[in-house]
């Protein structure tokens, strides 16, 4: 099991793909199981030392609270395979989740603006076809005016995807698809990442922004781990962001959600994912650590706004627990200082 991951590799670099798929679930829901179970024995263990301590301070009998060391084991055991259990099913149940911005950038001519944000899907050997035909039946259903994806849209196989492409390439949208780099992307290789993901009808914005006259400004930065392989345009977002016309809503896709802090913010909504909101839990407890804006909407100063996704698909174990799979709807519709009588955010 150890060995696990790096069978898979080599498998996928062998073009064995259904091998290596096999392998793929195997070895992974076994690390989701691993980490669950080890998670519950050492809580059961602190709990163990925190009532021996009481105990020997006190000289106060617990004993009728005391857990035996085959409870110990077992509990963790039956805990873990039955997370795992749900957790699998739950890597599937893939909600809409629905943010309704109210803001005068948009024009009244234009009305209500519909995005659709997918992340993390980690196209590969655990989400395929099957998986892949939900998330776009999802995306479909809202009839997007903008389809975009915030980065690690492919995983580490990214042999044999052209039947994905097409798929995602066939969604129907107003104005265009556009997506942004995110750590997968360099890790899997670049250029083949950017040809699959042009593949798929996106235009990747690396650095880039653009103005879609009248409607809205899109701007893209690569994730941060492009500069280890020194292939991220060195763009400051404040340059990027400052040649955009302030009269529309500017919308930012950054694959980290994270904030310069030191610059005034000129975007309107930085739509983010890479967190997947732990997907396991506890391990959202460390995530969050690192992220403290880790999931959902968060409202910023200047009328601003970050939404960070919870991804659409999974990563390494195909479980998720406690942080179910995501497509987002955010809907930007038109309402004037003048007559702004309710909460321009609305999350449902």
């Not at 691993?34 to 106060?60: G, H």
Request: hydrophobic share 45%; glycine share 8%.
């Amino acid at each position: 099991m150890i060995f696990t991951p790096f069978i898979i590799r080599i498998l996928e670099r062998n073009d064995l793909v259904t091998p290596a798929r096999f392998f793929a679930y195997i070895g992974y829901i076994w690390m989701g199981l691993i980490f669950l179970f080890f998670s519950f024995a050492v809580a059961l263990d602190t709990y163990r030392l925190i009532l021996e301590a009481i105990q020997r301070a006190f000289s106060a009998d617990f004993s009728r609270f005391c857990l035996s060391k085959a409870q110990c084991f077992f509990i963790p055991v039956f805990l873990s395979v039955g997370i795992t259990i749900f957790g699998f099913f739950e890597a599937l149940n893939i909600r809409t989740e629905r943010v309704i911005i109210r803001t005068d950038t948009i024009t009244q001519k234009i009305g209500r603006l519909k995005i659709v944000q997918i992340s993390d899907v980690h196209l590969g050997l655990i989400v395929g076809k099957h998986r892949l035909k939900r998330i776009i039946e999802l995306v479909k259903a809202e009839k997007p005016d903008i389809l975009v994806s915030t980065g690690d849209l492919v995983d580490g196989q990214m042999n044999n995807l052209s039947e994905l492409t097409g798929m995602i390439r066939k969604i129907p949208t107003k104005y265009e698809k556009y997506a942004v780099m995110g750590n997968h992307e360099f890790y899997a290789g670049l250029q083949n990442a950017l040809k699959i993901t042009t593949d798929a009808g996106f235009r990747v914005l690396r650095g880039e922004g653009l103005n879609i006259p009248g409607v809205i400004n899109i701007a893209g930065v690569d994730d941060p781990a492009g500069k280890r392989y020194g292939l991220a345009p060195n763009a400051s977002e404040k340059a990027l962001l400052s040649k955009l016309p302030r009269e529309n809503f500017t919308l930012l896709l950054k694959h980290r959600p994270q904030l310069n802090e030191t610059e005034d913010r000129l975007f309107d909504l930085q739509l983010s994912g890479h967190t997947h909101k732990g997907q396991i839990f506890p391990f959202s407890l460390i995530v969050k650590l690192f992220y403290p804006n880790f999931s959902g909407l968060i409202s910023l100063d200047n009328n601003s706004y970050l939404y960070v996704s919870r991804g659409t698909g999974t990563w390494g174990p195909p479980v998720r627990f406690l942080a179910p799979p995501e497509v987002t709807v955010i809907e930007l519709v038109h309402e004037s200082k003048i007559n702004h009588q309710t909460s321009p955010l609305q999350n449902s």
